[in-house]
């Protein structure tokens, strides 16, 4: 995630390019290069129109897959992700009636009985299909389904010498759960590095190193 200092992600208007300096983007492309599959939400799919592909120069065996959660099909056809250079998965509801296009493998997105999405489901879709080490890029409502299912394992976190200051802009994270400080996120081994201009701060979420197969970016 890369957020302003004051935690958002994007304007009253959506427009989130670029918060971070050219170092942070380089260093997501690293990040995209070690994972199996890159994970968006709807709204970063349709104002962003991110490629979600390794575009370092470096030569690269096979482009990360790409997923999408977008309930209702709201995609454009013509969206980048649609390009047939990777992979695509889009997660949507059995009922919408939005564009499907073929170049993408559209999959079930279940409904919990507290009404949220199953997230579990996904990623447990995900893995059965190959993909083991899955990079979150956003948005803000998409990581905090994550974060509010216990399902994040490694944080890296950019954060910008820059403030919005707008009531307007579009938190880094949201979600409808209340928590209090007894129910709070915690992380553990936490490193701070100066990517300059911006901060990179990592760590993993409380009990959930375990689960990773290797961490990324190790040195």
């Not at 279940?110 to 009404?115: A, N, Q, V």
């Not at 802009?169 to 701070?192: H, M, N, Q, T, W």
Request: hydrophobic content about 40%.
């Amino acid at each position: 995630m890369a957020c302003t200092l004051d935690g958002r992600i994007a304007d009253q208007s959506g427009r989130s390019r670029y918060i971070t300096a050219a170092a942070a983007l380089e260093r997501v492309q690293k990040l995209r290069r070690e994972c199996d599959a890159i994970m968006v939400g709807a709204a970063t799919a349709r104002l962003d129109d991110p490629s979600l592909t390794v575009r370092d120069g470096l030569p690269i065996s096979r482009q990360p897959r790409r997923v999408v959660v977008d309930p209702h099909l709201t995609l454009d056809e013509k969206a980048k992700i649609f390009d047939g250079q990777s992979d695509t998965f889009i997660f949507s509801l059995p009922s919408a009636t939005g564009i499907k296009p073929d170049k993408a493998e559209f999959l079930p997105l279940k409904i919990r009985e507290d009404g949220s999405y199953d997230m579990k489901d996904c990623l447990a879709t995900l893995a059965a299909k190959g993909v083991r080490r899955l990079l979150v890029e956003g948005g803000g409502v998409l990581a905090g389904a994550l974060l509010d299912a216990n399902l994040v394992d490694q944080i890296y976190w950019f954060m910008a010498p820059k403030m919005l200051v707008s009531s307007g802009s579009r938190p880094v994270l949201a979600s409808d759960k209340g928590r209090s400080l007894d129910d709070i996120v915690e992380l553990e081994e936490v490193r701070y590095e100066q990517v300059l201009p911006d901060l990179l701060v990592t760590g993993y979420c409380k009990g959930r190193k375990q689960f990773l197969e290797q961490p990324l970016l190790k040195s």
